[in-house]
């Protein structure tokens, strides 16, 4: 495989110390258990706030992945034919109470999040890690193992609960626990080039 | 001789896991100019469209809305086509295999084979020769949802009912968009004179190859005007900054009515699945 500019390597669960250690713009490269979670998976846990103990995977520290993956069903197990991210702001009004009542230290998506996420990483120390859109069967290929699976037969394959055990995941910061986020410095500078072209 | 549906099946198999060479070609180029964050992604995105090739698995975990564009002789029941789309949809589904995303509004359920109402899209004309020509869009829901509708003027941003103010909306779109539909895009503009119409034109041209020329000078000319100032605006691979926000811009007219000028601007993710199979009749 073709090296990367890495900067860090992290083993989940996350520590305080690792989030406080990760900076916008960090490449990063992630090793242990995270769980996936979409729209209603999101809904569901603000509206009906299951305890997590209700939850069968120990999301103290854990990331958790926006993504809705092709998956195979095997024999005894799952194989994950393809797990790129999807877009993380439809969810932003449901992060903030996620990550505070669940206890999780990073948020993987991508595109970014706004205000209100930026403010919840910043107040619960946790960062978010922008995945490789599009890039589904490499991301798969980081995937040693499926944990588990949690409102399969509720939400469908793409909408539930997967736990996954990653190996060395490619994924970048983009908006750290100490408030800098950056979408929005390329927002703005995008903006004045905006202005510029459009004469506003 | 291979029943339609076959063809179909395997239509769906190259659309999702082959990306057309031209787009993997134009990528490798822009890997060379763009820097940082923006060169990593790029890098993971090559070795994604090589795998998925290689391995026969869906590119993007996202296979999409399913939209056809059909051709079809004098001659041909386009019902029997469409029946035909919807069986191999489903084998496709399973076989591939494609995630299903055909999600019942009213139940909320999926229907777990990507079939159901107005799903997939079918867009059938009848044309005046002896080839059936059926192209295959499976057009990603990330950049389906930052596409725009505009209705010219727009003071806001200074948008007037002329080539310009197009220019003006689409620089907008992108810049609403920023990285959160997976850049560099694949930009189609519809021009005219009622809303359902220019969103079904702009989507055409998201058929066209990137070195397609515009028929007419004038459009030609806007397009590439439009190309160059969206990457002006830095916002880069994955949105991760850099000189390569949109790799094509393709715009498509019709009449308008004097009251209307319909701008609809519809956008690809990188990941642009397409293909085209020619059957003679």
Redesign the interface.
């Known amino acids: 495989m073709k090296e990367f500019n890495i900067k860090k390597r992290l083993m989940l669960p996350l520590k305080e110390k690792d989030v406080l250690s990760l900076h916008a713009g960090d490449f990063v490269l992630l090793t242990g258990l995270i769980v996936t979670g979409r729209d209603k998976l999101h809904k569901f846990l603000v509206k009906e706030k299951p305890s997590r103990k209700e939850i069968p995977f120990d999301l103290q520290g854990s990331v958790l992945y926006h993504c809705g993956p092709v998956v195979r069903k095997k024999a005894n197990n799952y194989e994950i034919i393809a797990c790129g991210p999807t877009t993380s702001i439809r969810v932003d009004m449901y992060e903030p109470e996620v990550i505070f009542r669940y206890g999780f230290k990073g948020i993987m998506g991508k595109g970014g999040m706004g205000e209100q996420t930026l403010n919840a990483l910043k107040v619960n120390h946790c960062v978010y890690f922008h995945a490789i859109g599009g890039a589904a069967v490499y991301l798969a290929e980081r995937i040693k193992r499926v944990v588990g699976v949690w409102k399969l037969e509720e939400f469908g394959i793409a909408e539930a609960m997967w736990a996954l055990e990653i190996d060395n995941f490619p994924a970048i910061v983009t908006m750290d626990s100490y408030g800098k986020n950056l979408h929005n410095t390329i927002e703005k500078k995008s903006y004045e080039e905006l202005r510029k072209l459009i004469r506003l | 001789m291979l029943k339609l549906r076959d063809i179909l099946v395997e239509l769906y198999r190259e659309t999702a896991t082959s990306l057309p060479y031209e787009i993997e070609t134009k990528l490798k180029k822009i890997f060379k100019i763009e820097n940082s964050?923006a060169k990593?992604?790029l890098?993971?995105?090559l070795?994604?469209i090589k795998?998925?090739r290689e391995?026969e698995?869906?590119?993007?975990?996202?296979?999409g809305v399913p939209i056809f564009f059909i051709k079809a002789p004098f001659g041909i029941s386009h019902n029997y086509i469409k029946n035909e789309i919807i069986k191999a949809t489903r084998i496709a589904t399973r076989n591939i295999?494609?995630?299903?995303?055909a999600v019942d509004v009213l139940t909320d359920k999926?229907s777990?084979d990507n079939t159901g109402i107005g799903f997939p899209v079918i867009y059938i004309e009848e044309v005046n020769n002896s080839k059936l020509i059926i192209e295959l869009m499976l057009k990603?829901s990330?950049s389906e949802?930052i596409g725009q509708i505009y209705k010219l003027p727009i003071q806001e941003?200074?948008?007037e009912r002329d080539f310009d103010g197009v220019?003006?909306c689409v620089?907008?779109a992108i810049?609403k968009a920023?990285?959160?539909?997976?850049p560099p895009y694949f930009i189609g503009i519809g021009i005219g004179a009622t809303k359902d119409q220019v969103t079904r034109l702009s989507k055409e041209q998201l058929l066209r190859e990137i070195e397609d020329k515009n028929k007419n000078s004038l459009l030609d000319a806007l397009e590439k005007k439009i190309l160059k100032?969206i990457n002006?605006?830095?916002?880069?691979p994955?949105?991760?900054?850099g000189k390569t926000t949109a790799l094509a811009v393709k715009i498509g007219i019709n009449h308008r009515h004097p009251a209307s000028y319909f701008v609809d601007v519809s956008i690809s993710?990188?990941?642009h699945r397409k293909s085209k199979v020619i059957l003679k009749i």
């Open positions: 964050n990593e992604a890098k993971v995105i070795e994604n795998m998925a391995f698995k869906p590119i993007c975990q996202d296979t295999p494609l995630r299903a995303n999926n777990g990603g990330g949802n941003i200074g948008a220019r003006k620089l907008d810049y920023q990285g959160r539909g997976c100032d002006k605006l830095g916002i880069g994955m949105g991760f900054k993710c990188w990941a």
